[in-house]
Nanobody, 121 residues
Framework: QVQLVESGGGLVQAGGSLRLSCVAS????????MAWYRQAPGKQREWVAT???????NYASSVKGRFTISRDNAKNTGYLQMNSLKPEDTAVYYC???????????????WGQGTLVTVSS
């Protein structure tokens, strides 16, 4: 089985920073893409950023220039550095990974349980 565990959420004032981590564990052969999504209260889950296995990145326009996604392939860990946080960034942040499990011939998608980020004004 594969598990994604996020950490690093919390309460921060507007303008502050947080760094989220996502550790993938289990019978993993390789991780293709890692991504972050978020879901604010009363809203649908939205995509935030993606990083490919080779390191290329993409960002939602709402976070571009403020957030940085990265990964450590040796540790099967992804990160989301969030700077210049705004109250509208308040949400539960979810890690997503598209990966190949050991022994599988197809890729699978997994989600973490989420970590809450609250930005006060």
């Amino acid at each position: 089985q594969v598990q994604l565990v996020e950490s690093g959420g919390g309460l921060v004032q507007a303008g502050g920073s947080l760094r989220l981590s996502c550790v993938a564990s289990g019978s993993i052969f390789t991780i293709n893409t890692m991504a972050w999504y978020r879901q604010a209260p009363g809203k649908q889950r939205e995509w935030v950023a993606t990083i490919a296995g080779g390191g290329s990145t993409n960002y939602a326009s709402s976070v571009k220039g403020r957030f940085t996604i990265s990964r450590d392939n040796a540790k099967n860990t992804g990160y989301l550095q969030m700077n210049s946080l705004k109250p509208e960034d308040t949400a539960v942040y979810y890690c997503n990974a598209n990966l190949r499990r050991i022994g599988d011939v197809r890729n699978s998608e997994f989600w973490g349980q989420g970590t809450l980020v609250t930005v006060s004004s």
